[in-house]
């Protein structure tokens, strides 16, 4: 149902999720963990986050001097749905009315250089950032000319300002956000769909170790706030509320963290069991008491339907589910391929082919040709399998090809 409600919001262009301040924590002290100067003296740029609802500027204000923070910038896109009525940072109205020193409802740019205490209550907190901004003591609060969009002119030269951009980026151009870091040469910390791993536009940064998933969160329960209204899934609404966030509020169980910032979860060997020992002892099924492993019959690689049965001693190529990249450590396995028509490395290509659904309807496809495909020896009972010729196939998820990196003897 998350995968649903992921996928209908980015066909709706639906982008308005906001991130819980207890998620952008976690990931942010997994980066200082491995390097407490991840953040010193750098400008960060929240391209994406309004203030007024931004746990993301919040996040970045509060932690400004623990973090060493040399300027914190933070647009927003537009006038938001729910803007001044999360942080209520500026007071509890939600209309906003034009008065001196604040900026209409729009797209607006707060930069941030210093933080104090300003009310002398020996505490530094919003209420402090909001008096600060009023002030115009060493920072700046105006609208944008523009509409905000991370795409325009002014927030492109906000960009290249920037040294790391940590946000939430609109799902529906999540190709364009990051070929614009990248292009930029920006560090970065993101939320995108697990999703986004199999896109052409990521998995060749992925491969050549310029991107990875974060440490935290990764196909784990997110919750986001959503504006009031939106049609979320009921299962998704009772999950999140399960986990405490009750109202408007879903949970997307395929979410995670794209960055280029180091961690130490990516340095920590996967422990492995031999292929024998796979093959007699393993809690899978589908690997448990089987005289070997399935072989694509598309690609020159084995099937490894899960991370722990990578087997230790196997020294080709093995398929594994996307997932894994939430386990890889790139000194330990080299990442080869994946497993998508686009990526150009089947040995196989099929003609068309009669789709055999679970219940026996039949249809002709070409979907054979968009994952790794095994062949059977008989045709499977209550599965799609597929037909070509006098042969049958079934065929799987996609799989991101890897193989381990040894030591040179």
């Known amino acids: 149902m998350a995968h649903k409600n992921l996928s209908s919001a980015k066909k709706a262009k639906n982008d308005e999720f906001y991130t819980q301040y207890g998620d952008i924590q976690k990931e942010m002290e997994s980066y200082l963990e491995y390097d407490p100067g991840t953040f010193k003296g750098k400008v960060v740029y929240c391209n994406c986050d309004d203030p007024y609802e931004s746990n993301f500027f919040r996040y970045f204000v509060l932690n400004f001097k623990k973090l060493g923070l040399k300027q914190l910038i ?118 995108g769909s697990m999703n986004a791993i199999s896109y052409k536009e990521v998995f060749p940064l992925i491969k050549d170790n310029l991107l990875w998933l974060g440490a935290t969160g990764n196909g784990s329960d997110m919750v986001f706030a959503v504006p009031s209204g939106i049609d979320i899934a009921d299962a998704d609404r009772q999950k999140a509320a399960r986990m405490g966030f009750v109202g408007d509020y879903t949970r997307l169980g395929n979410s995670c963290w794209f960055t280029n910032l180091d961690h130490g979860r990516r340095h920590q060997p996967l422990p492995l069991m031999t292929m024998a020992d796979n093959l007699k002892f393993s809690r899978f099924k589908q690997i448990k008491d089987k005289k070997k492993y399935d072989k694509y019959d598309n690609y020159d690689a084995i099937e490894v339907p899960f991370t722990a049965a990578i087997p230790s001693d196997f020294n080709g190529i093995m398929g594994v589910p996307i997932s894994f990249l939430d386990k890889y450590n790139p000194d330990q396995f080299e990442i080869v391929g994946l497993t998508q028509s686009w990526y150009g490395i089947a040995t196989q290509i099929y003609p068309q082919q009669t789709q055999v659904s679970a219940t026996g309807t039949r249809s002709t496809v070409t979907k054979l040709n968009d994952g790794p495909a095994i062949k ?22 996609a799989r991101v090809l890897i193989k381990h990196k040894r030591t040179p003897t």
């Open 74 to 191: 933070t647009t927003s896109y537009k006038p938001s749905p729910i803007a001044n009525s999360q942080l209520k940072l500026f007071g509890g109205d939600t209309t906003l009315p034009a008065s001196k020193g604040r900026p209409k409802v729009t797209a607006n740019k707060f930069v941030i250089n210093k933080v104090h205490d300003l009310d002398d209550n020996g505490e530094f907190n919003l209420a402090d950032v909001a008096e600060q901004l009023k002030r115009n003591k060493g920072n700046e609060w105006s609208p944008l000319e523009g509409d905000g969009d991370f795409r325009s002119i002014e927030c492109i030269e906000l960009l290249k300002q920037a040294d790391i951009v940590v946000t939430n980026p609109p799902f529906s151009l999540f190709r364009e956000y990051i070929k614009q870091l990248m292009q930029h040469g920006k560090r970065f910390s993101v939320i």
């Open 376 to 397: 059977l020896d008989t045709p499977p009972s209550g599965e799609t399998y597929y037909i070509v010729g006098k042969n049958c196939y079934t065929k799987l998820y």
